[in-house]
């Protein structure tokens, strides 16, 4: 469903009068809430996990020989993909020579932003260069790679896409189509609190633990399961 049928499926739930709303922009105080209401929920959706696999993406940037940490703004400025970046993917960095492919690329092993500045932001290391083997989450989100690069790569990562708001009628939200009554179910608990409609209330809120629990179960990682036992 696009953005203007989430409305209209929730003024039928939540059984208010008329036919519309024929649009999300320029509605009457009553549909106008409903909108509202719809975008709200669909946000709240995103945010309820940092990890939903429809909102995961992939991204690269080039390293430059010497320079070890990069700020948003610089992969903002050189990196394919990450526009819309929300979040990491810790155990998804990978590096190679840029100028010989990908038949060099090497796993990135992730470490605390405190151990990267003690162990290669630190004297002599501060300077020194090689082939990079590991990364850290700087404080702004930023990268920072250990060791300093020696000559150029390219490292790339996946990510988790930020939150995003509905805007035209025709905007469809990026969750999975059979799950999109998910939405409007949440929603009708925003509008049972503000109508003091507890009926509506209720059965948006069951109605969305059962399908949360589906959206969970194929949205989320698989857990791997530890080895046996000594």
């Known amino acids: 469903m696009n953005y203007l049928q989430l409305c209209q499926t929730l003024r039928r739930k939540c059984r208010v009068s008329g ?50 940490g990069y700020t948003p703004a610089q992969l903002l400025a050189t990196a394919t993909g990450y526009a819309d970046f929300g979040g990491w993917a810790l155990d998804t960095f990978r590096a190679y020579p840029t100028a010989t492919g990908l038949v060099g690329e090497q796993g990135l092993d992730p470490i605390s932003y405190d151990a990267w500045r003690d162990n290669y932001n630190f004297g002599a290391n501060r300077t020194a260069q090689g082939a990079p083997t590991c990364f850290a989450v700087m404080p702004d989100q930023g990268v920072a790679l250990g060791m300093v690069p020696l000559a150029g790569y390219t490292v790339s990562a996946d990510y988790y896409k930020m939150a995003t708001a509905l805007a035209a009628d025709a905007d469809i939200p990026a969750l999975p189509a059979q799950y999109h ?4 179910y949440k929603a009708m608990m925003f509008f049972g609190v503000s109508e003091a409609q507890a009926e509506i209330y209720d059965e948006g809120m069951s109605e969305l633990k059962t ?20």
């Open 211 to 230: 399908m949360m629990s589906r959206i969970t179960a194929q949205q989320q990682p698989e857990m791997a399961l530890g080895g046996a036992w000594a």
């Open 19 to 68: 036919t519309g709303p024929v649009s999300v922009i320029g509605q009457n105080e009553e549909y106008a809430r409903l909108v509202a209401f719809i975008n709200e929920a669909w946000q709240e959706i995103q945010l309820a996990r940092s990890n939903w696999a429809w909102m995961r993406a992939s991204m690269s940037f080039p390293t430059v020989a010497g320079q070890g």
């Open 181 to 184: 009554m998910a939405i409007v």
